[in-house]
């Protein structure tokens, strides 16, 4: 079985690192940028879309609004990256958000942004993947077709480009994000330059469209809920900026110095894009829906349910690039393949929260642990796990997904900042230093600035998107609090029981006596084995013990144990019902409850087979027994193994695999010593 999946899972992977090689894995920012926040910069495929769809209800008309939302989402675009960059000098080992909350608002609060956080890069990957395969099925019918199957299928790929490790899969996610950011300024620039000094007239494919508007005449309190709902659909676009406060310790050294780098590039990066696209899709006149088969009118008509709705950026390259040029087909195919890479930033988020969760005893310890490329594997497959899941329930449909998005970002924002505050306000108490406490200050006023706006974006967010499916996430993240707080209440219930006291104890005390029971069907090289290591154990009393469920090979057992004269008794249990493992049970417990204070000690002979599907063929009651008997209080379980040939041969078989190399892997110097050699060797 070993040899039956190593095999595919090297293939995959590749070959395991060692430990000491972690710090090869770590990235230079150049690398750190497209793995971290390929998430926020891809965001502005979609994200300029979702204000301009939100403003359709109104119609054309409140689209003149969107210049406004998008100067809002950038302010608060620089608010959260300046807060961030407080966050990564001060918290540098990869707590994030959740390590400042917990230590300065309380352990519940951590554990609230953490639940928080973890709902969202679920939702990173099926919101990013899900939009990437409609992006895709707009030119590849088949995928629209069949996009739930595509966007798990996407979800795997990446799942094993991940497992491969953080720094391989960021090389080859490096290209594609740097292909999409050049291909996206170069429109601006080409799009600016079109329209300012050639006055240029840009049209979008539906400049000529018009739109049926749901509310007509907005005003008031309706047109403040209307930009309030765009704004924070414009929100999305903050997506994923927590991830490089999180992963801090992926970063060289220095690591707070360049993961602050690498936020402020980020920030200024995104902010440009998203201006820049709003800007030219005002430009081009281009016209969105939230129901385009109906509200979208070519010539008065509806354009029907055939009509496939561009998302924006699409729209503002055919205008600027021309339909079916090279620019255009270039940046619409780096468009699709960075939106799939989006997720890679819930794909290093997630597994490093995960570790520091698990260390807190808040998640499984196994999620704690790296896998064979130096990768949190098990954190890694869990987040794909939970992706796909959510795509399939919710049909890998980008429109509904987006609506559970961001809540858990905000609520995550808001805690971290508001925890930033604390911490400031508790080092301000002691430091002395006036040019110290002066940057303390103004640290301070950042994080405070940060907490008030991210808090009454978080306000928003949730009037605005409770209806349309923020509830959704809100319940993922009760769901995930529940689960993490019990099994940080397992973890310290079984701490607390097994801590060794400080006094004497039952567990220090020594049995008065050990009974050894001795379990046999016949007598074979394995009974025979383990009779002669039970012997060794000099107990106070040992006896073999055998179930009598067919009475001819019973007797035969007594009459061969007399006939070699072996000097252990053997009793015999009756089994009318011919079980095997309860009448044991029964019996262990009686020796445990005539003698409490003895210990009993079962030795249990088992032959080793060396096969897979040699398991197959025997009935497995040595296992079943040592499950049960594991939890019987005063007993000792004991297997003496004995190997039979195959297991003999794939041991052998282990051993050649261990000394053979894969071609190429072992150096032999150079080819000039080597032909120096071969004569001499030849020779002899």
């Known amino acids: 079985m070993s040899k039956l999946t190593d095999v595919p899972k090297r293939i995959l992977i590749g070959r395991a690192l ?14 750190a940028l497209p793995v971290f926040a390929s998430d926020p910069l891809s965001s502005v495929a979609y994200a300029p879309g979702e204000v301009l769809l939100v403003l359709s209800v109104a119609g054309v008309s409140a689209y003149h609004f969107s210049p406004w939302i998008a100067v809002a989402v950038v302010v608060l675009m620089f608010t959260v990256v ?38 969202d890069y679920v939702l990173t990957v099926a919101v990013s993947i899900s939009s990437g395969i409609e992006n895709l099925g707009s030119a590849v019918p088949f995928v629209i077709e069949n996009k739930v199957l595509c966007a798990i299928g996407v979800i795997v790929l990446l799942t094993l480009m991940n497992l491969r490790g953080v720094r391989e899969s960021g090389t080859l996610f490096a290209i594609p994000t740097y292909v999409f950011v050049a291909g996206v300024f170069a429109m ?34 309706a047109l403040v809920f209307l930009m309030l709902r765009a704004f924070s659909s414009g929100c999305a676009a903050l997506t994923g900026v927590e991830a490089i406060s999180n992963g801090v310790p992926a970063f060289r050294k220095p690591k707070s110095k360049n993961a602050a780098t690498t936020l402020a590039m980020m920030g200024l990066l995104a902010v440009t894009m998203f201006c820049g696209i709003i800007g030219l899709a005002m430009a081009t006149n281009v016209r969105m829906a939230e129901h385009p088969a ?69 998640l499984p310890r196994q999620l704690h642990t790296r896998g064979d490329r130096l990768a949190f594997s098990n954190g890694i497959v869990l987040l794909a796990g939970a992706a796909a899941l959510l795509v399939w329930i919710y049909g890998a449909d980008s429109t509904r997904l987006i609506q559970l998005y961001i809540v858990g970002v905000f609520v995550s924002f808001t805690l971290s900042q508001t925890g930033m505050v604390r911490h400031w306000n508790r080092h301000l108490a002691t430091e002395r230093d006036p040019a110290v406490r002066r940057r303390m200050h103004r640290s301070r006023a950042i994080n405070t600035f940060g907490a008030f706006f ?30 993490m707080s019990a099994i940080r209440k397992h973890y310290d219930r079984v701490s607390e029981e097994i801590a060794a006291p400080d006094g004497p104890s039952d567990d220090v005390v020594r049995p008065s006596r050990v009974h050894s029971v001795l379990l046999i069907s016949k007598i074979h090289r394995p009974t025979l084995r383990a009779l002669a290591y039970a012997k060794l154990m000099r107990s106070h009393t040992l006896e073999a013990l055998s179930v009598n469920v067919d009475p001819a090979e019973t007797k035969a057992l007594q009459e061969e144990w007399e006939r070699r004269g072996i000097d252990v008794p053997l009793k015999v249990l009756d089994s009318p019902y011919r079980e095997i493992t309860r009448p044991i049970i029964e019996y262990v417990k009686g020796l445990r409850r005539d003698s409490p204070r003895d210990a009993v000690s079962v030795i249990i002979p088992e032959y080793v087979v060396g096969h897979w599907y040699e398991h197959l063929l025997h009935n497995q009651s040595a296992l079943r027994l040592k499950g049960r008997l594991l939890f019987t209080p005063g007993v000792m379980v004991t297997s ?16 050649k695999r261990q000394e053979w190399n894969a071609p190429g892997a072992v150096r032999r110097g150079p080819a000039q010593e080597r032909t120096t050699k071969e004569p001499s060797e030849s020779k002899g």
């Open 18 to 31: 060692r430990s000491d090689r972690l710090g090869e894995t770590l990235l230079p920012k150049r690398i």
């Open 82 to 119: 300046a807060s961030y960059r407080q966050n990564v000098h001060a918290y540098p080992s990869g707590g994030g958000d959740y390590e400042v909350a917990n230590t300065n608002l309380g352990p519940k609060a951590g554990l609230t942004v953490a639940s928080a956080l973890l709902v």
């Open 188 to 221: 601006i620039a080409w799009g600016a330059f079109r329209g300012v000094i050639l006055d240029d007239t840009m049209k979008a494919p539906t400049a000529d469209f018009h739109i049926k508007a749901e509310h007509q005449g907005l005003a008031g309190f």
């Open 294 to 362: 109906s509200d979208l009118l070519r010539n008065g008509v509806a354009v029907g349910s055939d009509y496939v709705q561009n998302p924006v950026i699409s729209q503002v390259a055919e205008a600027v690039f021309g339909d079916g040029s090279f620019m255009f087909i270039l940046l619409a195919a780096a468009t699709a393949l960075v939106l799939f890479l989006a997720a890679n930033t819930a794909y290093n988020g997630f597994p490093l929260l995960g570790s520091i969760l698990a260390q807190d005893r808040y």
């Open 454 to 483: 991210t808090g009454l974006v978080l306000v928003v967010v949730l009037v605005t998107k409770f209806t349309h499916g923020a509830w959704v996430a809100l319940v993922g993240m009760v769901i995930f609090y529940a689960t």
């Open 640 to 655: 003496v193994p004995y190997q039979l040939e195959s297991s003999e041969v794939a041991k052998k078989r282990a051993r």
